[in-house]
C-alpha cells in the first residue's frame, strides 16, 4: 500500500513537472505575435529609410537645361537644392548642406549660389512656402527659394526626390548630382557630401558618377503618384510659370 502511494506521488510528481516543463500555449503565440511586429517594424523602418527613386530621363543631361526658367551664376558656381516643403526628413539635407558651406577652407569665388527648388501642387503655394522646411533651407548662405508649380523645374533637371542636390560649374556644367545624407532624415558625414566638398574646393575634376537620395517622392507633372501628401484629386497640367521667392 504504501509502495503504491509512493508510485502514485511519484507518478504526481513527474506528470506536474511536466505540465511547468511546457510553456503555456497562449504565451507561446503571445510572444510569437510580438516577435513578428518587432521583425515587421525593423523591415519597415529599414526600407523607409533607405527607400530611394530612379532619376527620370533628363537627368543624364551634362549641362544645364535649356527650357529652364532657372538662371546659373555666371561667376561662381551654382547649387540647386530640390525640395518637397511638406517633406520633414529633407531637413538632415539642409543641415549637412548648412555645415559643409561653412567649411572656413571655400574661398569666396568657391562659394555657391544656392536656389531652393521647392516644388507644390497648384493652389498650395501659400501654405506650402511656409513650411518648417523651406524655412529652414532659407538659412543656408546666399540662398534663393524658386517655388516650383507642379514640379515642372524639377522635371526639366531630372529631379524626383526630396534631398536631390546638383552642383553646376559658371558655364552650366553639371558637376554634381545625388544626395548628402547617409539615410533618411539621418545627418553625418557621406560619400556624396565628401565628394561635393571636393567639387567646391576645386581638388578634383568632375565625374560621371551618382550618389543615393533618401527622402519622399517630389511633385510631378505628371506620374501615378503625384505626392504622399496630397492625394485627394489629381494636379492638373502646369500652365503658370514657377515664381521665385527672394
Known sequence: MAWQLQESTGNTSTESSARRSFPNPP?????GIWLLVIVFGWVWATDYSFRTYQPIAQSSSKSWPTATNLQHSPRRPTLLLF???????????????NRLLADHRLREEQKPDV?????????KESSWSRSTTISSGTKLPRSTVWMDENGRESANFGAITSGT????????????QGGV???????GDSAGTQELTRLLLQKELA???????FGCRLCQPS????????TSRSLPNARTPSRRIL
Open 165 to 176: 542636390v546638383m552642383l553646376f560649374s559658371p558655364t552650366g556644367q553639371r558637376l554634381f
Open 181 to 187: 545624407t547617409i539615410a533618411r532624415a539621418h545627418e
Open 223 to 230: 506620374g501615378p503618384q503625384l505626392s504622399q501628401f496630397d
Open 83 to 97: 525640395l518637397h516643403p511638406k517633406c520633414a526628413c529633407s531637413r538632415a539635407t539642409i543641415h549637412e548642406l
Open 207 to 213: 565625374r560621371p558618377r551618382q550618389f543615393p537620395v
Open 27 to 31: 504565451m507561446v503565440l503571445t510572444v
Open 115 to 123: 536656389v531652393l527648388v521647392a516644388c507644390f501642387p497648384s493652389g
